[in-house]
């Protein structure tokens, strides 16, 4: 990317982190955009400029995040699908960059928050717009590297979907065990067994 396109990705970063980081700390309703964008360093006026509402901009690190499952599919050597899928989703689950520069201070209480948070219905529409979003693109990655066609073959929508399925199950049991268990073995896990054509256990 060029310095503007780095200077667009750092805001939206910074507007999405400050979102979610309020609203974990405070709750969804004593949160406003205003407060964001002052945590961001930017005006309202800017927070508008890339997200429609809290609820966006909270869910956008996910939806980025998922986004990246595609293109890291893609990218992938030529290897048995699965080992594919599953080398691009933990890819994706790794500390990364932004993570390390908005440390938690307190990892329970963090964890309590989120629980809070992602049980608010306001979000779950937009959890939804944007496991959908996710979904199309992962399915035409899956296209790309099978051979099927969008259009006409169910397999790439059915891979796309068991992806998302099992990447928000795991996600979800990482919030509701006590200690978490690490997200990483349970994505390893649900990949696995999905892979396996879940047996039953």
């Not at 998922?66 to 290897?79: F, G, K």
């Not at 599953?86 to 520069?101: G, R």
């Not at 990655?141 to 929508?157: E, S, W």
Request: aromatic share 4%; hydrophobic share 50%; charged share 25%.
């Amino acid at each position: 990317m060029g310095l503007r396109e780095r200077k667009k990705a750092a805001t939206r970063t910074a507007l999405s982190w400050a979102a979610l980081r309020l609203v974990v700390e405070r709750g969804l309703d004593n949160v406003k955009v205003e407060d964001i964008a002052e945590a961001a360093g930017v005006s309202p006026r800017t927070f508008n400029n890339y997200f429609s509402s809290k609820g966006e901009a909270i869910v956008s690190r996910h939806l980025d995040r998922c986004l990246r499952i595609a293109r890291a599919l893609r990218e992938r050597p030529a290897e048995p699908l699965w080992d594919a899928i599953t080398h691009s989703v933990l890819s994706q689950f790794e500390p990364d960059t932004a993570a390390a520069a908005h440390p938690v201070p307190d990892a329970a209480q963090w964890m309590a928050g989120v629980r809070v948070m992602v049980a608010e219905p306001a979000l779950r529409s937009e959890l939804l717009r944007a496991g959908a979003i996710a979904e199309a693109e992962i399915a035409e990655a899956v296209a790309d590297r099978t051979g099927t066609d969008l259009k006409q073959d169910l397999y790439p929508h059915l891979v796309a979907s068991a992806v998302m399925a099992a990447t928000n199950a795991a996600m979800a049991h990482h919030l509701r065990t006590d200690p978490p268990v690490p997200v990483g073995r349970l994505l390893a896990d649900a990949l696995a067994q999905t892979a396996a054509g879940l047996p039953i256990p």
